[in-house]
RNA sequence: CGGGGAGUGGCGCAGCCUGGUAGCGCAUCUGCUUUGGGAGCAGAGGGUCGCAGGUUCGAAUCCUGUCUCCCCGACCA
């Protein structure tokens, strides 16, 4: 498959580096496994895929959608649906390959279920009626109705209805990270809001309330660890619940002005850090609460001048629903004392693809995206000021050779263009360090190591730029 | 779903009111000169003006219909 796709796209016989050999971290395997990035070749710019605009796009309003268009990152092919370029595909795989690992380490088992489903399927839980427009539907040639999945509570509970009919087999977490279509009335700012969007959503299955409780409290912790690990604070907050009560259900928010909801809180919990090991017991005494359940609160106990209000981006929400779907759709396994007993459920959704716009928002300036260390679409950008200069070719030549050794994906600017030019474009893509090659400064044997985020630039010799470069991916 | 706006080379736009056979900037290609923050000169390629009807000698322009996209509001990961 890839060797084709290779031919398609070089013409030309001799080519100094098989893009198939090229080929990302793509995942191939189900774990995380930063080892498989090490040795990567470099990519060549002037070999990507990677349509750069100077200019903005009219139909892009916030600044994340405009970045990702102007970065090369999506394109637009119908109100709400993007396609994935190659950078853009990058940046989504890292940020669903950290979401896997902290569902894998949060005990939570992967399976992967299709985009398709059937009506029947839906009208065993009585949602095929309840779910209105935003559900897409259509028919088969068979005339048999069909609809394209904007969730999955209803497979997964017949899924394990069928595999499963023990006490001895719960509890399980089961996810799977899979596109959903919802028919947004109004897609809007990009990928935040579109019709198709990947996301992580896992489903709890246990016999009791007290361990449905703990299979929540498992994905809260991996909530917290995950929007850490991808260098973001995400904070969450309390949602309206099910028919359960409590507290039960959490969103999480990246607070940015440009987020589509309103969160209440006591402000102590800015001085929380989430990615602490201890945040969830924290939090738990913490109030914080999303518009509509705000609302309902009659006596807010937090004193008016600790209350913040901000608007956030929802990457997150998990709940716990009990035997919802359970109960409808006759999901029963045998107790201990063999009696039949209908598991409680819960389901904890992340917005994969509305993550790569959140992160944006979060992480810019005027230069371009910002990317965190941890999804950048390759960890260093190098630039050779002067390809055609025998001096700099060779320092660019060994820079690359180093970094790829030290398993640092790099973008390789190699294309005969003005130095200016290919600094707008590094700094526009947002890749979290660049290597310069200039004339001078490798006549004195020496890169120019950028940090994107903050702008210091150093001229240091290439052992230097490699300690420094391995120091923050050791972390 | 209510209200508004827009469809003209890849991107951003002008032209439309007052019909006469399509233009500007960026991008792309060629050559030369350049080369550390989106270069200069010279040349070139690329558009059924969203689509379908209609009016007219003639339609990007006027009329009708239709599709699509965007914005504001109500709703959602």
Known sequence: MTRALSSNWN???AIRRSPVAAAPQHRLSAAFVPEARRSAPAMLFSRYLLPVMKETPADAQI????????????????????????????????????????????????????????????????????YGPEMLRFQDRGGREMLYGPTNEEMITSIFRDC???????????????????????????????????????YSFDLDAEGGRASYDAQFTAYLRTFAALGLRAVPVRAPTGPIGGDLSHEFHILADTGESEVFYDSALD???????????????????????HAKVENCPVPPERLASRRGIEVGHIFFFGTKYSHAMGLQVQAKDGTQVTPLMGSYGVGVSRLVGAIIEASHDAGGIVWPDSVAPFDV????????????????????ARLEAAGLSVLHDDRDARGGEKFATMDLIGLPWQIIIGPKAAAAGLVELKRRATGERHEVSLDDAMARLKGPRAA
């Open 11 to 13: 013409m030309v016989p």
């Open 63 to 130: 600044v994340s959608h405009q970045l990702m268009l102007r970065a090369g990152l999506v394109r637009q092919t119908a109100a709400g649906i993007y396609a994935w370029l190659p950078l853009g595909l990058r940046v989504l795989n890292r940020i669903a390959d950290l979401v896997r690992r902290e569902q894998d380490r949060a005990g939570a088992i992967e399976l992967l279920m299709p985009t398709i489903q059937s009506a029947d399927l839906w009208r065993q839980s009585g949602r095929y009626d309840a």
């Open 164 to 202: 499963v009919r023990s006490y001895r087999d719960l509890p399980r977490t089961l996810y799977h990270i899979q596109w959903k279509f919802r028919d947004e009335v109004r897609p809007r700012f990009g990928v935040m809001r579109g019709r198709e969007f990947l996301m992580k959503d896992a």
């Open 271 to 293: 001085a929380v850090d989430l990615a602490d090991a201890d945040a969830p017991a924290m939090l738990r005494g913490l109030y914080a609460m999303e518009a509509e359940e």
């Open 381 to 400: 950008g190098l630039i050779n000021l002067r390809p055609d200069d025998a001096l700099c070719a060779t320092a660019a030549a060994e820079a690359e």
